[in-house]
């Protein structure tokens, strides 16, 4: 028996107030699109959302031409740490995550992600696309990751960075600079510590996502040695609504 293309979302459902799915893999073709509409059509979805091969014509066409909103591009980039390289000490004003710090770190995660796909949409309401960073950098810190960097800058909370491990390879997670911090330098500072993190634990390969709009971040990453390993597509296909006008910002 064939299984079914799509697979539901609980907690993106339950977080937004949706019925959301996710078209498996990375590319489409006329009969495995179809399939998934037929599925979405059964299981009442609100919102499919879609992580595209970029180099598969067929998959762009398709998807296109069949009402998917393209809402980010999705450029994954790798660090293989050098094991010739002498582990460094975290720079001054970066340290692990004290329970205290939780509300400034919220309040910065409120403010500091949106680039990212949910808020590009303009379907999602805004309030409630900060409530998911606000709550990411909260279990974050709550255990789902492995470590929460903190940067201070003139004794207040301005930044941070999360590290996720499983067996030898790891990823940066949420990583967010305050407005008032940005420029001087406390993201490469950060982004050193999950380095150094990563090697003092035997991880062979560090792995970070960013969105293409993102160029600030990309360019933190190369930096610090990273390169890109891929480059995909996000996209969000609607059912019912893509015919409602998209909300319009006021000038009220």
């Known amino acids: 028996m064939r299984s079914n293309p ?14 959301i799915g996710r078209l498996k893999g990375g590319h489409l073709s006329e009969p495995l699109l179809a399939e998934a509409l037929d599925w979405c059509g059964s ?3 609100d919102c499919l959302y879609f992580l595209a091969d970029s180099n598969h014509a067929e998959t762009i066409r398709l998807a296109e031409y069949n009402a998917f909103q393209l809402v980010d591009i999705r450029v994954a980039l790798t660090l293989v740490p050098s094991p010739e390289e002498n582990q460094h000490a975290m720079a001054n ?11 400034c770190l919220k309040a910065i995660a409120r403010q500091s992600h949106s680039d990212s796909r949910f808020y590009f949409d303009g379907r999602f309401p805004k309030e409630r696309c900060d409530d998911l960073f606000e709550t990411w950098i909260e279990r974050s810190c709550q255990g789902w990751a492995a470590a929460v960097f903190v940067g201070e800058l003139d004794g207040a909370v301005a930044g941070y960075c999360s590290c996720h491990f499983e067996g030898d390879a790891g990823s940066i997670g949420l990583m967010a600079i305050a407005p008032q911090a940005q420029g001087r330098s406390l993201g490469r500072c950060l982004v050193g ?14 792995n970070v996502v960013t969105q293409g709009r993102n160029v600030r ?8 040695g990273f390169v890109t390993e891929s480059v995909r597509l996000w996209y969000h296909k609607w ?14």
């Open 6 to 19: 799509c697979i539901f979302l609980p907690w993106d459902s339950s977080f937004f107030g949706l019925r």
């Open 43 to 45: 299981q009442e979805i």
């Open 93 to 103: 004003g970066i340290r692990l995550f004290k329970e205290a710090d939780l509300d």
């Open 193 to 206: 510590a999950a380095i150094s993190y990563a090697k003092s634990r035997g991880i062979s390969r560090l």
């Open 217 to 224: 971040a990309q360019r933190l990453y190369q930096k610090c």
């Open 239 to 252: 059912f019912g609504r893509t015919e409602h006008p998209l909300p319009q910002d006021s000038d009220e």
